[in-house]
C-alpha cells in the first residue's frame, strides 16, 4: 500500500531521534574499489550519526577489502563481513540484514552515495507517518560525478509493472522479515521483487526529496544487463518472469505461467500480440481480480492501456483492423480515456496500417 507524504516535514525531537534510532546501512560490493571510498564515505558524512555500516565483501579479487578495512580501522561504526566465494547481490544482502542491529534498515552499492541529510530525512518522515518503508528521488550521476538526470517518482507508475522504489530507501527490519529476505533465485531484479512481495503486507510513503546520487557507468549492474534500450538478455528475461510468477503465485492465482509471461513483456515494453490479449480480456480480468481488488482495478487498467497503446505504437503487427475492432468492443478505454489527438493518430495507424490491406 503506497501512502503519499506532502508538504515540509516539521521539526520531530531530532536529540530522541538521533540518540534512540539505530539505522544499519548494508554495504556489498564485489570487485567495486573504484568508487567504494565515495559510498563509504557518505555514510560517515550523515547528519544522522546513530548509524552502522555492515561491508558485505563478496570475496573481491581488487582492493575493495583493503579499502573497506581501512575505514573500519578509524570508525567502530563500521563492520566488514567477507565471503570465501563469490554469493551475488541478493545473497550478501541476506548476509548483511541478518548481521543488522539496527531497527532500520537501508542499503547501497559501491558505487553510488548518499546526500548528507539522507538518512535523517528519510527517518524522519517514517516514523511521522508510522509508515514501513519511505523512499525519496535521486540524481544520477556519470562516472565522474557529473549530475546527468535525474529519478523522480510518478504516481501514475505502479509497482505491478514498474520498481518504484527505485535506489534511495529506508525500512524497518521488520519488513525484511515478513519477506523472509531477498530471493536469492532473482539476481538483478531482487529488489523489484523484493518490494513487490513486500507491498502485500507493508504501508510504502513516497519523499519528495532528492537525498541519493545514482551512478550510471559501463561497469554497473544495471549497464550489464541491457544490450540497448529496451533489449534484454534472454537470462534476465527469464528472471523477471520467474519473479512474477513468484508474486503472483503468492496471491493464489491460476494461469501463472500466462500471467507471469505476459506481466514480463509489459514490464520490458515487449511485444505482445494485442488482438490476441484482447481476446482473452474477460477472463484475464478474472485471473488477476485478486490482484486487481488489493491494488486498485481501474488505475492497474489504466496503466495496462498505456502499455497496450505504446505497443500498437511501436509494433506494426499490432496495427490492424481486428485490433481496433476489438479494442472497440472490449477496452475502448484504451482510445477514449487519453487525449483526442493521440487517439486519433493510433486509429489511424490501426486502419491505415499497409499489412491491412492484405487482410
Given at each position: 500500500m503506497l501512502l503519499r507524504l506532502n508538504g515540509i516535514l516539521n521539526k520531530v525531537q531530532m536529540e530522541d531521534i538521533q540518540?534512540?534510532?539505530?539505522?544499519?546501512?548494508?554495504?556489498?560490493?564485489?570487485?567495486?574499489?573504484?568508487?567504494?571510498?565515495?559510498?563509504?564515505?557518505?555514510?560517515?558524512?550523515?547528519?544522522?550519526?546513530?548509524?552502522?555500516?555492515?561491508?558485505?565483501?563478496?570475496?573481491?579479487?581488487?582492493?575493495?577489502?583493503?579499502?573497506?578495512?581501512?575505514?573500519?580501522?578509524?570508525?567502530?561504526?563500521?563492520?566488514?563481513?567477507?565471503?570465501?566465494?563469490?554469493q551475488k547481490l541478493p545473497a550478501c544482502l541476506n548476509i548483511g540484514h541478518k548481521a543488522a542491529n539496527g531497527r532500520f534498515i537501508t542499503w547501497t552499492s559501491d558505487d553510488n552515495c548518499y546526500k548528507p541529510t539522507a538518512l535523517k530525512s528519510m527517518l524522519i518522515a517514517l516514523?511521522?507517518?508510522?509508515?514501513?518503508?519511505?523512499?525519496?528521488?535521486?540524481?544520477?550521476?556519470?562516472?565522474?560525478?557529473?549530475?546527468?538526470?535525474?529519478?523522480?517518482?510518478?504516481?501514475?507508475?505502479?509497482?505491478?509493472?514498474?520498481?518504484?522504489?527505485?535506489?534511495?530507501?529506508?525500512?524497518?527490519?521488520?519488513?525484511?522479515?515478513?519477506?523472509?529476505?531477498?530471493?536469492?533465485?532473482?539476481?538483478?531484479?531482487?529488489?523489484?521483487?523484493?518490494?513487490q512481495m513486500a507491498s502485500q503486507h507493508s504501508n510504502f510513503i513516497y519523499l519528495p526529496e532528492n537525498l541519493y546520487f545514482y551512478r550510471s557507468h559501463a561497469n554497473s549492474l544495471t549497464a550489464k544487463k541491457t544490450i540497448s534500450q529496451f533489449n534484454y538478455k534472454p537470462e534476465y528475461n527469464n528472471t523477471v518472469r520467474k519473479m512474477y510468477f513468484k508474486f503472483f503465485k503468492s496471491f493464489g492465482l491460476k494461469n501463472l505461467e500466462y500471467l507471469s509471461e505476459l506481466f514480463a513483456k509489459f514490464h520490458l515494453h515487449q511485444e505482445i500480440n494485442i488482438y490476441e490479449f484482447l481476446k482473452k480480456y474477460s477472463q484475464f480480468r478474472i485471473d488477476m481480480s485478486e490482484v486487481l481488488k488489493f491494488y486498485g482495478e481501474e488505475e492497474i487498467l489504466k496503466q495496462l492501456d498505456v502499455r497496450i497503446r505504446y505497443?500498437?505504437?511501436?509494433?506494426?503487427?499490432?496495427?490492424?483492423?481486428?485490433?481496433?475492432?476489438?479494442?472497440?468492443?472490449?477496452?475502448?478505454?484504451?482510445?477514449?480515456?487519453?487525449?483526442?489527438?493521440?487517439?486519433?493518430?493510433?486509429?489511424?495507424?490501426?486502419?491505415?496500417?499497409?499489412?491491412?490491406?492484405?487482410?
Open positions: 540518540e534512540n534510532y539505530l539505522i544499519s546501512i548494508v554495504l556489498p560490493v564485489y570487485n567495486g574499489q573504484e568508487f567504494l571510498s565515495d559510498s563509504i564515505k557518505s555514510c560517515i558524512s550523515q547528519t544522522h550519526k546513530n548509524w552502522e555500516l555492515i561491508i558485505v565483501n563478496d570475496a573481491s579479487v581488487d582492493n575493495s577489502l583493503v579499502i573497506a578495512n581501512k575505514f573500519a580501522s578509524e570508525d567502530n561504526r563500521i563492520k566488514i563481513i567477507s565471503n570465501t566465494t563469490n516514523l511521522k507517518q508510522n509508515a514501513d518503508l519511505v523512499f525519496a528521488d535521486f540524481n544520477i550521476i556519470d562516472s565522474e560525478g557529473k549530475i546527468i538526470g535525474a529519478n523522480i517518482y510518478n504516481s501514475n507508475h505502479t509497482i505491478l509493472l514498474e520498481n518504484i522504489i527505485r535506489a534511495c530507501f529506508l525500512y524497518r527490519k521488520e519488513v525484511f522479515k515478513r519477506n523472509d529476505g531477498y530471493d536469492e533465485d532473482l539476481f538483478k531484479i531482487e529488489d523489484f521483487a523484493f518490494w505497443n500498437i505504437l511501436k509494433n506494426k503487427s499490432n496495427q490492424n483492423i481486428k485490433t481496433l475492432i476489438l479494442i472497440a468492443i472490449k477496452r475502448p478505454y484504451i482510445l477514449l480515456n487519453y487525449s483526442k489527438k493521440r487517439s486519433l493518430y493510433i486509429i489511424f495507424r490501426l486502419l491505415f496500417n499497409r499489412r491491412n490491406f492484405n487482410f
